[in-house]
């Protein structure tokens, strides 16, 4: 369940209206790498975790929760951004302030186009945040279904990049205003992110092995090829020469990759090569990994009546199911 505390996680402050900036700032309040995107994000792939591994469960529900705390010091920060627009456009009247501002149809274009105000600021929301991003574009959850995967070596990498891209967001808004309270608040967020990310970075270490995402191995034969698909200067580094950072294979460059292909049959020839792994090794480890992740969802989560509430297990009880009888559950 969720508990509201009436003060802001951060002491949000403005030191001036600035509706401009407050279009902006809607980036991360309805924007594809904003607080509410994440908040949800976490909040999504928290449930699939919950069995297998309730210590992930635990840290993605806390940061989720955050997330929406984020989410309303953004939206105050607009609101207090916006201030005095909603009171003017109460007035509803020519002796407006805005209305005087927005006499005449040129007027009012320049208000909108050079100022780049939302215009939803003015005729929808009047005078309050949006779920939008900075060019009016309203919020999808298309921006994070793709986040929950339901396997925790995929979804914590999809976290870790989430939070780089929401980092360098609020990196480049604060480039975009003078205000020494909103680059306070924004300084605050921005340094949350570098949190989160090292929080995942931790949680995804503490699952091995977490390489590759997910259970099946790669191919031996293909995994260290670097196929020099452009011409030109050709640039060598640790990408494609020496062992390659996670299975220490060594790179194989292949320079010619049109009469590579000519002469593997179209790569059906390829034999492994800088690799200590074989087709066969990897279909041990493939079967080996299919048993023990499906054993560890399993033993979690056993077929029958379940309870989500943590006071239920913890009790070794579980309601009542609808035909009025009761079953213990015990804990494995």
């Known amino acids: 369940m969720f508990y509201h505390v009436k003060e802001l996680q951060f002491n949000a402050r403005v030191s001036k209206p600035d509706p401009n900036f407050a279009t902006l700032l809607l980036e991360q309040f309805g924007g594809a790498n904003g607080e509410l995107a994440a908040a949800l994000r976490y909040f999504g792939q928290a449930f699939a975790a919950r069995n297998p591994f309730p210590d992930k469960y635990d840290l993605l529900m806390d940061i989720a929760t955050e997330e929406f705390s984020h989410l309303e010091i953004v939206g105050a920060t607009i609101q207090m951004l916006l201030q005095g627009i909603n009171g003017d456009l109460k007035k509803a009247a020519d002796e407006s302030e805005i209305m005087q501002l927005l006499n005449g149809r040129q007027a009012k274009e320049d208000f909108i186009h050079q100022a780049i105000m939302a ?7 009047g005078g309050g945040p949006a779920y939008t991003n900075s060019q009016g574009v309203p919020w999808s959850a298309a921006y994070i279904n793709g986040d929950c995967n339901g396997d925790l070596t995929v979804d914590l990498r999809s976290d870790i990049a989430a939070e780089s ?12 205003t003078d205000d020494p309270f909103v680059k306070e608040t924004l300084s605050f967020l921005m340094t949350r992110e570098v949190a989160h990310f090292q ?3 931790a949680a ?3 699952i091995q092995p977490n390489f590759p995402p997910g259970v099946l191995q790669s191919d031996p034969r293909y995994s260290n090829l670097y196929f020099n698909m452009s011409s030109g200067a050709d640039i060598r580094g640790p990408w494609n020469e020496g062992e390659s950072t996670q299975m220490g294979e060594t790179w194989q ?12 049959n179209g ?8 690799t200590a792994r074989t087709l066969q090794g990897v279909d041990e480890i493939d079967h ?16 029958g009546v379940q309870a ?4 239920a297990k913890e009790s070794k009880t579980i309601p009542k199911s609808h035909n009025g009888t009761t079953r213990s559950h015990k804990k494995k």
């Open 119 to 125: 215009p939803q600021f003015l005729v929808s929301s």
């Open 165 to 176: 891209r929401a980092k360098i967001t609020y990196e480049y808004l604060m480039q975009f």
């Open 199 to 201: 929080m995942f970075e």
């Open 204 to 206: 995804l270490e503490s």
């Open 253 to 264: 460059f292949v320079d010619d990759p049109i009469q590579y292909v000519l002469e593997t």
């Open 267 to 274: 790569l059906l020839n390829v034999e492994p090569a800088g």
């Open 288 to 303: 080996g990994m299919s048993m023990q992740r499906s054993e560890e969802v399993n033993m979690a989560t056993p077929i």
């Open 308 to 311: 989500w509430s943590q006071q």
